[in-house]
């Protein structure tokens, strides 16, 4: 392995620290990284689909004692991933809501699901808008949670989903700039970005 990371007689500490953390790229990298994405909201929906939040259920796993394993949004149900971003009432009226506005009929019912629906789909702007609104989706989901833990209090749906659309909106403010396919113009047009 070291032959390979020497070029022209000296070593290259990059391309060895490269070859040593290699890693083939996962499918789903270009939702998680995709650039019209907030960067906090691409770290939240990394961290959440390798299910390393710190929901109820993995702080649990830690052996720590909490005065309640339930949802702190809807205090229904134990919180986990699964609850948290796809079972919970709140978070099921958000996607629904920016599954209309963005056109999409069908939005699966689990991340990892969401995510394999993404791959192989082309990289056209409907896409990347696609993709931005599941990371924005998934932060304010976990910021509301947050919101609840530690204000006490719940942002409505339909309040979430007005910082989510100017989120979106704030983000594609500069496209005018790139020179639009006329089928993006016509999507944009479609669900109000124009």
């Not at 390979?4 to 939702?31: E, I, P, W």
Request: glycine share 2%; net charge positive.
């Amino acid at each position: 392995m070291i032959g390979r990371a020497v070029q022209n007689n000296k070593l290259k500490v990059s391309k060895l620290y490269n070859l040593l953390l290699h890693r083939d790229k996962v499918q789903y990298a270009f939702v998680i990284w995709c650039n019209l994405s907030v960067p906090k909201h691409r770290f939240i929906l990394w961290q959440a689909t390798l299910r390393h939040l710190l929901t109820r259920d993995n702080l649990l796993k830690c052996q720590l004692c909490l005065p309640s394993v339930l949802c702190p949004i809807c205090e229904l149900h134990q919180e986990s991933h699964d609850h948290l971003f796809f079972q919970c009432k709140f978070s099921q009226l958000l996607r629904s809501k920016v599954a209309a506005w963005l056109g999409c009929a069908i939005w699966p019912v689990h991340l990892n699901d969401w995510v394999d629906w993404m791959v192989g789909k082309p990289k056209c702007l409907q896409q990347k808008l696609l993709a931005t609104g599941l990371a924005a989706a998934v932060y304010f989901i976990w910021w509301n949670r947050y919101n609840c833990i530690f204000n006490l209090c719940s942002v409505s749906v339909n309040a979430v989903f007005a910082l989510l659309q100017n989120c979106l909106k704030a983000r594609l403010e500069n496209l005018h700039r790139f020179k639009l396919k006329r089928k993006d113009v016509a999507f944009l047009e479609k669900v109000h970005f124009l």
